[in-house]
């Protein structure tokens, strides 16, 4: 395929002010917010659902169990209610997503339904305040702090408001080889090269951040080129694809599942835990694009126009993570210390030579992975919650174990772990029932087991379920990443997936002791993948979006989970949902959210979901049927049924 390189380049922004900071070659600008034109519909025109304030302002619509979406004219009116929720930090709100024309409020796991009401009317309170301001009554409480954390003590800024006309500008070179190059063009009836050139002729603004960490949404796409996402999402879109989506345009940080249109690629490091912000493109920064022939990594040793190197941020902080050995974001469990084992050979300074402690990883298995109860609060920088993929034996284990509930375990994939304990050690084993030896000996799940110094556990494959949980009394320690130690298979961020050889650490043992030394055996699944799994589940917020016998076809029909299937979501297939055409802009995500590309085939959304996304989600599993969910594997057979009403209890 040929590559354009003759596109032309903007020398100048839209507003006066601002340097051009090219992204290979300087710090990112601290962005402010760009704004969207008030009075736009919520949804481009499709009829909405939800009920309306006093002003008749917000719609407002419950989105599961656990969460409120906000539909909001423009961006304008998104940022100034996600700046006031947040300024006051409202009691059991977890996180604010600010998204294209709506704002995702998600409570913490404690919510009840008393909650959700409650919730509410602080939203609808928050959205008057911001009215007042607007028209000059009176101002929204510290509505300045328009970048902290909800719901977190003392919050983070990631950048000061400033207008995007003062902002610096970001020029991120691309080769311009992607897959739908040529479909965007035909679509267009444009040639490649006059896609290339509409394409990097332009300026964009990030409008917000979200789907993963380091992805921004960019506006002001050329209208002649503004091809709408692939009816089928593929599987796996390259770290570094520059992507068009209808009026939207970005760069993938990751390797991801994905449905937006590939142009081109480029090697700008977008996304960076030791960085201040950690994300290069905040809401507000100025965007431009640069056809270039080659990146620096397609011609080892070449120093071609377009090279990249690291954007800014002071490295080594304390406690920050770095660059896992196969370039995942995080930190490598080979590479800290915690562990007590050699690091690379290249990390300078002698080698200490000691008697092991903790746990060595034998055999991990298909995925082993370390995981605790998540890190909340950093979506709006696409930083997903992530955490143990059954909640429900991360805290069954935990509390056997006496530790706190988001203690650090072991969660194992299909089986097939082996572990050797280098101290003595409490365990236990929970989630997907596995036949479990110690030594040899059989042992049981759900039940206090004592391993001694050299003592070998090996996990064998599950009958029924996807998913096992090895805790250990003090909990598994592994630096923290932005406050987790869970690994985000769709982010990479957090402690890299366990290998054959690591050391993993104990953490200090709770003075408290667990009064019960078993528990009664937990459900997981039917005892055979034939008969099937049914989940409860409530309405979407946006019904509008489906054809109307699109919610009887998901009550009436049965799916199976495909082997295109992982912790951030299962893709289903069956019975096919018929959706209405146009494209939804994107809003936040939800665990449990099951979306509807354009071919009609259901995708049930896990724990380390996108943050958000743009195909519209028909239901939502219940937060009772969640754990049940991250236990199915693909060959298994599910279906769904209208949930039961919510407790209104603790």
């Known amino acids: 395929m040929s590559r354009p390189t003759g596109a032309a380049r903007p020398t100048g922004g839209r507003g006066q002010g601002g340097d051009t900071v090219r992204a290979d070659a300087g710090g990112p600008p601290r962005g402010g917010v760009r704004t969207g034109t008030a009075g736009a519909t919520a949804t481009d025109g499709a009829p909405t659902s939800g009920t309306a304030d006093a002003t008749g302002r917000l719609l407002v619509r419950p989105y599961g169990d656990r969460a409120l979406l906000a539909d909001l004219p423009g961006l304008d009116e998104v940022h100034a209610l996600a700046a006031a929720l947040r300024a006051r930090r409202v009691r059991g709100v977890a996180d604010v997503v600010p998204a294209a024309r709506t704002v995702l409020v998600l409570l913490d796991d404690s919510a009840t339904p008393a909650d959700l009401g409650r919730v509410e009317g602080e939203v609808r309170a928050a959205s008057a305040a911001v009215a007042r301001r607007v028209d000059g009554v009176d101002g ?14 003392g919050g983070v800024t990631p950048g000061d408001d400033v207008d995007p006309g003062e902002a610096a500008v970001v020029e991120i070179p691309v080769v311009y080889d992607g897959d739908d190059l040529p479909d965007v063009a035909a679509w267009a009836g444009l040639s490649v090269a006059e896609v290339v050139a ?30 709408p996402r692939l009816a089928t999402p593929r599987t796996r879109v390259p770290a570094g694809s520059v992507a068009l989506a209808g009026d939207l345009t970005a760069v993938y940080p990751r390797a991801t599942p994905g449905g937006w249109r590939l142009l081109g690629r480029t090697e700008v490091e977008l996304f960076d835990v030791d960085r201040d912000p950690p994300a290069l493109l905040t809401a507000g920064t ?4 640069r056809a270039v022939e080659r990146l620096h990594g397609d011609e080892p040793g070449a120093a071609v126009e377009g090279e990249v190197i690291a954007v800014g941020g002071d490295r080594g902080g304390a406690g920050a993570g770095v660059r896992a050995p196969d370039g995942g974001l995080g930190r490598s469990l080979q590479d800290a210390p915690v562990h007590g084992g ?19 990883i034998l055999a991990p298995g298909l995925l082993t992975l370390l995981e605790d109860g998540g890190r909340p609060g950093w979506s709006a920088a696409g930083v997903g919650r992530s955490g143990a993929a059954d909640r429900g034996a991360l805290r069954l284990v935990n509390r056997l174990l006496a530790n706190d509930d988001s203690a650090a375990v072991l969660e194992v994939t299909l089986g097939g772990l082996a572990v050797r304990f280098h101290e003595r050690a409490t365990f236990a084993l929970a989630g997907a029932p596995v036949p479990a030896t110690l030594d040899g000996t059989p042992v049981g799940m759900q039940a206090l087991l004592l391993a001694g110094p050299g003592s070998v556990l090996r996990l064998g494959l599950p009958v029924r379920g996807a998913r096992t949980y090895v805790g250990v009394r003090g909990g598994f320690a592994a630096p923290p990443v932005l406050g987790s130690r869970s690994y985000d298979v769709l982010a990479e961020l957090g402690p890299a997936p366990l290998r054959a050889g690591d050391l993993v650490a104990i953490g200090p043992r709770p003075s408290a002791l667990p009064v019960v030394d078993m528990v009664p055996a937990r459900p997981v699944l039917p005892a055979t993948s034939d008969e099937g799994v049914t989940l409860g589940v409530r309405a979407g917020p946006r019904p509008e979006w489906f054809d109307d016998d699109a919610w009887a076809t998901l009550l009436e029909g049965e799916f199976e989970v495909s082997n295109a299937s992982n912790r951030v979501g299962l893709r289903l297939a069956g019975a096919t949902i018929h959706r209405r055409g146009r494209e939804l802009p994107s809003e936040g995500l939800v665990p449990g959210a099951i979306q509807v590309p354009p071919d009609g085939n259901p995708v049930l959304f896990l724990r380390d979901h996108p943050v958000t996304g743009g195909y519209p989600v028909i239901a939502v599993v219940a937060a009772d049927a969640l754990d049940a969910a991250a236990q199915l594997r693909p060959g298994d057979k599910v279906s769904f049924r209208t949930a039961r009403a919510a407790s209104s209890g603790p």
């Open 140 to 153: 929204v409480d510290g509505g300045a702090d328009v970048g902290s954390r909800a719901g977190a003590p």
């Open 342 to 360: 050699p690091g690379p050979a290249e990390r300078p300074g002698p080698v200490v030579h000691h008697e092991p402690h903790g746990v060595e």
């Open 286 to 289: 100025r965007v431009r694009f």
């Open 198 to 227: 509409r394409h990097t002729g332009r300026e964009y603004v990030v409008a917000f951040g979200g789907f993963m960490p380091g992805f921004g949404y960019l506006t002001e796409v050329d209208p002649a080129i503004a091809a």
